[in-house]
């Protein structure tokens, strides 16, 4: 019987589809960044086991307590395979990562991917809720102190930045934790009520904390976009072509100096995600949320290297991925971008 075989033609549709997919500028800057993240994640989970490993103490010590013996600690440190070479634990450790295997808790029989997923939503909703906080309130005050330098709003939206940058996080959240939890009690001090429970209690719950989180960067950012704004309405030249048509100031401002300060800021929102989810750790801790970041302080100090690991790379991925976005969402605001990416 005779056998052909088919061959697709060059014009098919679905072939000039893959090709064009395979050409995409975008789909390039996503390959890149994602081959670029494997060593980044791995330098930095073999950086936190070997900062682990290096404390006084080990874990089989810190989870029995000081009443243990040493042949309770020796027979608990076999159990939990503390006593083989840091370069044996860690290459199972990163086997089971390779294999979507996460390992399980030394503290507790749970998994650690079990744990990520309790503790994430809490730690994820925190910080989604502050960075709409402060880009809901710096972006407005931003324009209004750029349509008006030196102005009443800019005179206090400086006094507000830098009276918000110079305090400490843990400093600020006490602050507010005295006005408005114990003098007011208009929001909780402590606790957190799941949204499954009832969505206002808890938005009532992480408000506060989400305030704390967001106040820093509402400073910086309000700063950070008049300015940017700024040097748009006095040097660009869309500007002034802008108003050569007799467009409105405060049209220009809105409709075109602020489109292209958004690539700016949304540079300085990409970089200051890692230290945004950093600084959820203190705050968790302040406020009793039962968050990756109070998690991850628990786990240190009962030298749970697996659920710390865990943790490290699920905040560098987000940091990646985050990174990503920002990259992706230039192209979306400046088309220019894009025809750059097409030629290279």
């Not at 990409?270 to 230290?275: E, S």
Request: one cysteine or more.
């Amino acid at each position: 019987m005779n056998t052909s075989v088919s061959v697709q033609p060059a014009g098919w549709p679905g072939g000039a589809r893959a090709r064009r997919l395979a050409r995409s500028p975008t789909l390039r800057v996503c390959g890149r960044r994602l081959l670029a993240a494997i060593p980044v994640l791995w330098g930095v989970t073999f950086l936190t086991f070997l900062m682990l490993n290096a404390l006084p103490g080990d874990a089989a010590s810190a989870l029995l307590g000081i009443n243990a013996t040493p042949a309770e600690i020796r027979s608990f440190s076999i159990k939990l395979h503390l006593n083989e070479p840091l370069w044996t634990r860690y290459g199972h450790w990163l086997g089971g990562v390779l294999t979507g295997n996460l390992g399980t808790s030394l503290a507790s029989p749970q998994s650690v991917a079990s744990i990520l997923g309790q503790r994430l939503p809490v730690t994820l909703e925190l910080v989604i809720y502050a960075l709409i906080i402060t880009l809901v309130v710096s972006v407005p005050l931003a324009v209004l102190c750029a349509r008006r330098p030196r102005g009443v709003i800019d005179r206090l939206s400086m006094v507000l930045a830098m009276g918000s940058i110079s305090i400490a996080p843990y400093v600020l959240a006490l602050l507010l934790v005295i006005v408005f939890a114990v003098d007011t009690s208009i929001f909780p001090a402590i606790g957190y009520q799941p949204i499954s429970q009832g969505l206002a209690g808890n938005l009532r719950d992480v408000t506060l904390p989400s305030i704390v989180l967001a106040l820093p960067l509402i400073g910086f950012y309000t700063r950070f976009l008049r300015a940017d704004l700024l040097e748009q309405m006095q040097a660009e030249d869309y500007i002034v072509t802008a108003r050569a048509k007799g467009v409105s100031e405060w049209r220009v401002l809105t409709r075109h100096a602020l489109r292209n300060s958004f690539i700016g800021l949304l540079t300085v929102v990409g970089l200051n995600l890692a230290t945004l989810i950093g600084a959820t750790v203190i705050v968790e801790q302040i406020f009793s949320l039962p968050g990756i970041g109070y998690e991850l302080l628990q786990s240190i100090s009962n030298r749970d290297v697996p659920v710390v690991e865990g943790i490290v790379l699920v905040f560098g991925t987000a940091v990646v991925l985050a990174n990503l976005g920002t990259d992706l969402l230039y192209s979306v605001l400046d088309p220019r971008i894009r025809h750059v990416r097409a030629r290279s």
